[in-house]
């Protein structure tokens, strides 16, 4: 079972994805994680994507189809996985239909993550990140209980470098270009299904939970 979470920068996608790949016992590949990852790491893929993340650009579709391939590739994503941040361009969702369809499988479910943009940068400038596992907090709406320390395994928590307002405002204007056509795309196949992002963390996780416990 292969879903795709779609929303802007600072929807929720990673808080539900956390969630949710726990309650549904479903693989979570988010490509930022693995991108941060890889930079942290410094690897060849880590040198490629710095800049375009730093700058709040994508990372071009070659490179990031070719990582997202190969992460799909492995035993663990082979019952299906909760894809977030991936696809982010119309280039990017061809190719994973074709990528699935070489598995014999297709996405089954695409929840839409809804906020407007005013709300984002609030969001994103609130947003603490942990250095270990990159479990999400935020400072007034899921702060977490000892400033600065994951509750979950007790890494640091971080601010990240391309949450500031400048570069958020780059990201969002990037997802309104390049990102959100992609609704359409998946309505026009009827797998989309729109959330209100607005709602309290807990109250868009039961509604998400709904939702996809009717695919399954
Ligand atoms: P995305 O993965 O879509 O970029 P995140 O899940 O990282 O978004 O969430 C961005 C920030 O907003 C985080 O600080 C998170 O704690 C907070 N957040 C997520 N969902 C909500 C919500 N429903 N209400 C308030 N804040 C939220
Ligand atoms: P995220 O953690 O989803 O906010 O992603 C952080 C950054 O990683 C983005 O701003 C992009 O630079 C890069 N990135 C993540 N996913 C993709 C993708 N599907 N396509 C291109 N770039 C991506």
Redesign the pocket.
Known sequence: MYLV?L????????????VVSKELNLVHV?S?DIFRENLKNMTELGKVAQGYMERGELVPDEVTIAMIRDRLSRPDCAQGALL??FPRTPAQAEELDRMLAELGDRVVLVPY?S?PSQI?VE??S????CRAQGH???????PPKQAGVCDLDGSELYQREDDKPETVKRRIEVYLEQTSPLIEYYRGKGLLVELD?????E??TETLLVEIRKVM
């Open positions: 979470l929303g802007p920068p600072g929807a929720g996608k990673g808080t539900q994805a956390q988010s930022g977030d941040g993550i906020v984002l969001r994103l609130g947003r603490w990140t999400i907090y935020h400072q007034m709406y899921n992002g607005t709602q309290p963390i109250d868009v």
